[in-house]
């Protein structure tokens, strides 16, 4: 096995220097910086944290997202500050979801009328639809 890049500066300049509890720690020639390899263990798919930050985007909320996909709202909180994710404010309008299969989804575009003053974006979900719309709020 190869020593993996150092995590402060991607260097490759990298030496073993010990072991800590249990899990090799290295030493970065460039930057002196020590570090150790992270652990194995239940890692996320890259599709569920992009998931995440696109329906994060679309006005969905952090508990919301969490039902959706399965992954803890806390997760989807340290997601947007990694990636430091700002939505845009605008309270004119208000977004609403349906997941919906391939059949109900030809369906929910066939009538005009789901489609009339308002904006839709669709997601793939897995292997169903969510379909975001954004209505205007109605006093």
């Avoid at 709202?73 to 309008?93: A, L, T």
Wanted: aromatic letters at 12%; proline letters at 3%.
């Amino acid at each position: 096995m190869t020593a993996p890049n150092c995590p402060r500066c991607d260097s490759s300049n990298v030496t073993k220097s010990g072991i800590i509890k249990d899990r090799q720690r290295y030493h970065c020639k460039a930057c002196q910086y020590h570090f150790t390899v992270d652990k194995l263990g239940k890692g996320i798919s890259t599709y569920y944290v992009i998931k995440a930050l696109q329906l994060y985007i679309e006005g969905v909320s952090y508990r919301e997202i969490e039902r959706l996909l399965g992954v803890s709202h806390v997760s989807v909180m340290n997601w947007v500050k990694k990636y430091q994710i700002k939505i845009p404010k605008n309270s004119e309008y208000r977004p609403t979801y349906k997941i919906l299969n391939h059949k109900e989804i030809a369906e929910y575009f066939a009538n005009r009328e789901n489609l009339r003053s308002s904006g839709v974006i669709v997601t793939e979900l897995g292997d169903k639809f969510m379909v975001i719309r954004w209505e205007r709020f109605k006093d």
